[in-house]
C-alpha cells in the first residue's frame, strides 16, 4: 500500500521563484491578467462631432438615442454640445438680443396715460357649478354623501356599506 507524498518528501524546484529569492520583503503578488476592450478609444474629427451634435438637436431622435446610436455616452454629448454651441466651432448663430420696437396710437396712449398704475387684484374664484341630477343622501350620525347622476352604483353600494358599518 503506498502512501501519499508529504511535503518534505517533494523536492524543491531549483527554477521556481521564491519570495525569499527575489529580493523583495514581501511576498509574490497573485498574477492579474489584463483583458483589454475589443476596439481602441476613437478620434472623432470636428465635423464628425459637429454633425453628431446636429443630429441631437434635431426633432427626430432623442439626445439618449443618438448617444446610443453612435457608441458614445450621453456625457460626452453634451459636452460635445457644449463645447459646439458655446465656442467658436459653433454652427448655429446665436441671435443678438435687441430690443423690439413698439408703435402706439394716440388713443393707446391716452388710455394708458388717463388710467393710474393699480396692483393688480387676484382674479376671483369661480363659483363651483353643480352637476345636473345632484343626489344628496343623510345617514345616520350626520353624515351626508353627496353624487351626482352619473355615480358608479356598485362604486355607491360600497360606499353607503362602509358608511353604514357593515
Known sequence: ????????????DPDAEDAHKTGRK????PRIDVIPRGERRRAWTPEQKREIVMESLGSELT?????????????LLYN?????LGGPL??????????????????QLAALEAKPEQPMAPPEPE???????????????GVTVRVDAGVNK???RRVL???AGR
Request: net charge positive; proline share 12%; hydrophobic share 40%.
Open 161 to 163: 356599506d362602509v358608511m
Open 127 to 141: 363659483a363651483p357649478v353643480r352637476p345636473a341630477g345632484l343626489i344628496e343622501i343623510v345617514l345616520s350620525g
Open 1 to 12: 500500500m503506498e502512501t501519499a507524498p508529504t511535503l518534505a518528501s517533494i523536492p524543491p
Open 154 to 156: 356598485r362604486a355607491l
Open 63 to 75: 439626445p439618449t438615442e443618438v448617444a446610443r446610436k453612435y457608441a458614445i455616452g450621453t456625457g
Open 90 to 107: 459653433s454652427p448655429l448663430e446665436r441671435p443678438t438680443s435687441r430690443f423690439a420696437r413698439v408703435e402706439m396710437t394716440p388713443s
Open 80 to 84: 460635445w454640445r457644449r463645447q459646439i
Open 26 to 29: 514581501s511576498a509574490r503578488s
